[in-house]
């Protein structure tokens, strides 16, 4: 599974950015994309993810109720809507995918990586 993330940028607080992540390759019905972000000096912190059979989204805490996740099976492109931008979520954003239904935050059950791309938020 390749993936090609992008959509990031600059936005001032209080914006919008909507993330994309295309898969191609090998994609299958069962599988977990997810997205992560990262800053310097950290360790990569688990975002949203979405099962691509089913309906189900996760969130973390630091992002619900500002950022929505979905995806698009006929495209094999997951998005990633982000709302009410802080500056606090200023990262590299990156998606990822398990094969599997089950759903996890943790970035070493996701074997499959696509670049990252920057989001920067002014205050």
């Known amino acids: 599974v390749q993936l090609q993330a992008s959509g990031g940028g600059l936005v001032q607080a209080g914006g919008s950015l909507r993330l994309f992540c295309a898969a191609s390759g090998r994609t299958f019905i069962n599988t977990v994309m997810g997205w992560f972000r990262q800053t310097p000096g950290k360790e990569r912190e688990f975002v949203s993810a979405?099962?691509?059979?089913?309906?189900?989204?996760y969130y973390g805490d630091s992002v619900k109720g500002r950022f929505t996740i979905s995806v698009d099976n006929a495209k094999n492109t997951v998005y990633l809507k982000m709302n009410s931008l802080k500056p606090e979520d200023t990262a590299v954003y990156y998606c990822?995918?398990?094969?599997?239904?089950?759903?996890?935050?943790?970035?070493?059950?996701?074997?499959?990586w696509g670049q990252g791309t920057q989001v920067t938020v002014s205050s």
């Open positions: 979405i099962a691509r059979g089913g309906s189900n989204e």
């Open positions: 990822a995918a398990r094969i599997g239904d089950g759903y996890t935050p943790r970035v070493d059950d996701y074997p499959f």
